[in-house]
């Protein structure tokens, strides 16, 4: 069984006869990279057949020109060549698909040749969310079992990666284990991964309204349970401008594109701790809106320091829950960061460690500001005379 510590073997032009160079890497293509580069393409196309003139586009098959693919070839000087046959899914020499492109003539005058296209195909069309393209390398290409992910986890990131409108577009070209490939494309969506202590794959993102269905909460803090709780704020983190270079260009090694981060910043947290800015390199990213979405959701999570929770359970340990998990949790005591009694307050697991021998397990929790519904105390604040509607105000 494929571990993530192993290293996804890509193709080299030398698995093929007549190559240009064979060491060269046939890259995995993800996303829409068709928007051609500051040197004409974004990434090089690699000679497989000096004599054939056949070039390799992608080590996999892509989107095809019929499904709306503008696959567009460059020479070194960043002119544009047109008189080749594009072949999104050919199985050059029985070494399996690829995509490919074939000249009538020798070209070698003009290399590096490089090209803008659309990559990796999935059952419903390009490939854009960032977890479903985690899942289609992890699954299709590098082995990994369905079971080895733990699909709850999976299965939310991804909805949600939808909700926010989060598009990843990027090219895999260097050998290196799979966990290296999930922590960079991750990390350019504020996304972690870890296993599980069934030794699962889990997923999970920063984001702002980070809600759950009622499904997806795996546990719930009672009051009872809660007696002793210490409230922190992670202050060391504080961010509240966040600068970000995007657009990355793999055949001039560069990014196009440098934002300054000033319209996301939070100008009150600045007055309050100062400008704190975090830089940020975004190689996967491509369009200015999900950027701009990246640094809001930053300044959110750490503009003013998270709440974090720690507290103590006794009794039977909770061998349930997992970080990463969410749960409601209840205190008669305790108020949100909005001066709100804490009541079925959704957070979110960040660690635990049970002690087996005291059967108590020692909480982090991160208050997410969200709650299932406000509630009001019967304390005789409120009437019950229909003003307020107790427990299912929106």
Same mark, same amino acid.
């Given at each position: 069984?494929?571990?993530?510590?192993?290293?996804?073997?890509?193709?080299?032009?030398?698995?093929?006869?007549?190559?240009?160079?064979?060491?060269?890497?046939?890259?995995?293509?993800?996303?829409?990279?068709?928007?051609?580069?500051?040197?004409?393409? !974004?990434?090089?196309?690699?000679?497989?057949?000096?004599?054939?003139?056949?070039?390799?586009?992608?080590?996999?098959?892509?989107?095809?020109?019929?499904?709306?693919?503008?696959?567009?070839?460059?020479?070194?000087?960043?002119?544009?060549?047109?008189?080749?046959?594009?072949?999104?899914?050919?199985?050059?020499?029985?070494?399996?698909?690829?995509?490919?492109?074939?000249?009538?003539?020798?070209?070698?005058?003009?290399?590096?040749?490089?090209?803008?296209?659309?990559?990796?195909?999935?059952?419903?069309?390009?490939?854009?969310?960032?977890?479903?393209?985690?899942?289609?390398?992890?699954?299709?290409?590098?082995? #990994?079992?369905?079971?080895?992910?733990?699909?709850?986890?999976?299965?939310?990131?991804?909805?949600?990666?939808?909700?926010?409108?989060?598009?990843?577009?990027?090219?895999?070209?260097?050998?290196?284990?799979?966990?290296?490939? #999930?922590?960079?494309?991750?990390?350019?969506?504020?996304?972690?991964?870890?296993?599980?202590?069934?030794?699962?794959?889990?997923?999970?993102?920063?984001?702002?309204? #980070?809600?759950?269905?009622?499904?997806?909460?795996?546990?719930?803090?009672? *009051?009872?349970?809660? !007696?002793?709780?210490?409230?922190?704020?992670? !202050?060391?983190?504080?961010?509240?401008?966040?600068?970000?270079?995007?657009?990355?260009?793999?055949?001039?090694?560069?990014?196009?594109?440098?934002?300054?981060?000033?319209?996301?910043?939070?100008?009150?947290?600045?007055?309050?701790?100062?400008?704190?800015?975090?830089?940020?390199?975004?190689?996967?990213?491509?369009?200015?809106?999900?950027?701009?979405?990246?640094?809001?959701?930053?300044?959110?999570?750490?503009?003013?320091?998270?709440?974090?929770?720690?507290?103590?359970?006794?009794?039977?340990?909770?061998?349930? !829950?997992?970080?990463?998990?969410?749960?409601?949790?209840?205190?008669?005591?305790?108020?949100?960061?909005?001066?709100?009694?804490?009541?079925?307050? #959704?957070?979110?697991?960040?660690?635990?460690?049970?002690?087996?021998?005291?059967?108590?397990?020692?909480?982090?929790?991160?208050?997410?500001?969200?709650?299932?519904?406000?509630?009001?105390?019967?304390?005789?604040?409120?009437?019950?005379?229909?003003?307020?509607?107790?427990? *299912?105000?929106?």
């Amino acid at each position: 069984m494929k571990s993530l510590q192993d290293i996804y073997s890509l193709k080299r032009a030398g698995d093929y006869l007549y190559p240009r160079r064979p060491a060269d890497i046939l890259p995995v293509v993800y996303g829409d990279l068709s928007r051609q580069g500051e040197g004409g393409g !974004l990434w090089r196309a690699v000679c497989i057949d000096t004599q054939r003139h056949v070039y390799a586009l992608a080590g996999t098959p892509i989107l095809s020109r019929e499904a709306g693919n503008p696959v567009r070839l460059f020479d070194s000087l960043g002119e544009e060549l047109f008189d080749f046959s594009f072949d999104p899914a050919h199985d050059y020499q029985g070494q399996g698909l690829i995509a490919t492109a074939t000249f009538d003539q020798d070209l070698r005058a003009r290399e590096p040749l490089s090209l803008a296209a659309k990559g990796r195909v999935g059952s419903d069309g390009l490939l854009l969310n960032p977890v479903a393209i985690l899942k289609d390398f992890l699954l299709e290409l590098a082995g #990994l079992e369905p079971d080895q992910l733990e699909g709850g986890s999976w299965a939310r990131a991804q909805r949600q990666a939808q909700e926010w409108g989060y598009q990843a577009a990027g090219i895999i070209c260097e050998q290196q284990p799979l966990g290296d490939t #999930l922590s960079q494309i991750l990390g350019c969506f504020l996304g972690s991964w870890w296993l599980d202590a069934k030794g699962r794959l889990r997923v999970g993102l920063e984001g702002i309204g #980070l809600r759950c269905l009622e499904s997806e909460v795996a546990h719930s803090f009672a *009051a009872v349970d809660t !007696l002793e709780v210490q409230v922190s704020a992670d !202050l060391q983190n504080i961010c509240n401008r966040v600068a970000s270079q995007y657009a990355y260009n793999w055949f001039l090694e560069d990014y196009e594109i440098f934002d300054e981060g000033d319209v996301t910043k939070d100008l009150l947290s600045q007055v309050l701790y100062d400008q704190q800015t975090r830089h940020l390199n975004l190689p996967w990213l491509r369009a200015p809106q999900v950027v701009r979405r990246i640094q809001e959701v930053a300044i959110k999570r750490f503009s003013g320091g998270a709440r974090l929770l720690s507290l103590e359970v006794p009794g039977r340990p909770t061998l349930h !829950l997992e970080k990463g998990d969410h749960a409601w949790f209840t205190s008669s005591w305790l108020r949100d960061a909005s001066g709100r009694t804490m009541i079925d307050q #959704l957070v979110r697991v960040l660690s635990l460690q049970t002690n087996l021998e005291s059967f108590a397990t020692r909480f982090t929790l991160e208050d997410t500001g969200y709650r299932r519904f406000p509630a009001w105390l019967a304390d005789g604040s409120h009437l019950a005379n229909g003003s307020v509607l107790a427990g *299912a105000e929106p």
